[in-house]
C-alpha cells in the first residue's frame, strides 16, 4: 500500500517569514495529493489540493508543488501569519475506484508573533 | 450545510468495557470514512463505506472492532472490549461522488482507556 513520509514534524517561524512542509510518497499510482489543517482541538480541514496532472498549485498564500518523478510534493505557505499556527497533514491517494488517501504523520506549525 | 456530527466528544471508560461512537455524515454524502489518530500522528483508516456497504474494512481490527452503516447514512463504530491501546481520537469523515477527493471530517471522539 501507500506510505506518506512527512518533514519535518515540528516547524517554528517568526510571523512574516515562510514555511515550507516536504511530503514523499511510494506507490506511483497516487494521483491525487490533499493538504489539511487541523487546529488544536479541531477538525482536520482541507486547504488545498493538487492533482498529478499539474505541477503547481497556488491559492494566495499558500501554494502545493508536485514532482511526480521524484515522488514529492510540498506545501508553501508565504507570509505567515499566527492563526497559521495548526497542525498540517499531506495525504496521497489514487483517484477513481477506491479512494483512500493515506496521511502523512503532520508537521506542527508554530508561528511566533 | 450542516457537517460531519460525531459523538460523543468524549468518553472515558475503563478497559475491558464496551464502547460505541456514531456519525451523521454531510447530507448526500456517500462515502464515509472511520479513522484513528493517535497523538502526534497522522489519521490512519479503519473502514470505509461506500453507501451501506463497507469496501475496504483491512485495517479494523475484527476481533474487538465493529461497524455499521445502516441505510447508508449514519454509522456506529463499536469496541468491545476496549483496551488501553485503544486510547486515541476517532475520526469520521465523508466525501461526495463527484468530489471524492476532499473529506469533510467530524469534531472526532477522544477516547480514553483507563
Known amino acids: 500500500g501507500e506510505n506518506v513520509e512527512q518533514h519535518p514534524s515540528t516547524l517554528s517561524v517568526q510571523e512574516g517569514d515562510s514555511a515550507v512542509i516536504k511530503c514523499t510518497y511510494s506507490?506511483?499510482?497516487?494521483?491525487?495529493f490533499p493538504w489539511y489543517k487541523q487546529e488544536l482541538g479541531k477538525r482536520p480541514q482541507l486547504i488545498i489540493d493538487?492533482?498529478?496532472?499539474?505541477g503547481e498549485k497556488k491559492d494566495q498564500r499558500i501554494a502545493v508543488t508536485l514532482n511526480k518523478t521524484a515522488k514529492h510534493f510540498s506545501l508553501h505557505i508565504t507570509e505567515t501569519q499566527p492563526e497559521d499556527s495548526a497542525v498540517y497533514f499531506c495525504?496521497?491517494?489514487?483517484?477513481?475506484?477506491?479512494?483512500?488517501?493515506?496521511f502523512g504523520r503532520g508537521t506542527s506549525l508554530i508561528v511566533h508573533p | 450545510e450542516a457537517g460531519v456530527v460525531q459523538s460523543p466528544r468524549y468518553k472515558i471508560i475503563e478497559k475491558k468495557q464496551p464502547v460505541a461512537f456514531w456519525c451523521n455524515p454531510i447530507?448526500?454524502?456517500?462515502?464515509l470514512y472511520w479513522y484513528l489518530q493517535n497523538l502526534g500522528q497522522g489519521p490512519e483508516l479503519l473502514i470505509r463505506?461506500?453507501?451501506?456497504?463497507?469496501?475496504?474494512d483491512s485495517q479494523l481490527p475484527k476481533d474487538r472492532f465493529s461497524a455499521e452503516r445502516l441505510k447508508g447514512v449514519d454509522s456506529t463504530l463499536k469496541i468491545q472490549p476496549a483496551e488501553l491501546g485503544d486510547s486515541a481520537v476517532y475520526l469520521c469523515?465523508?466525501?461526495?461522488?463527484?468530489?471524492?477527493?476532499?473529506?469533510?471530517f467530524g469534531e472526532g471522539s477522544r477516547l480514553t482507556v483507563l
Open positions: 447530507s448526500g454524502h456517500n462515502t
Open positions: 493538487i492533482r498529478s496532472n499539474v
Open positions: 469523515a465523508s466525501s461526495i461522488r463527484d468530489r471524492e477527493g476532499e473529506l469533510f
Open positions: 506507490d506511483s499510482a497516487s494521483n491525487y
Open positions: 495525504a496521497a491517494s489514487p483517484l477513481g475506484g477506491s479512494y483512500i488517501p493515506t
Open positions: 463505506y461506500e453507501n451501506e456497504e463497507a469496501v475496504d
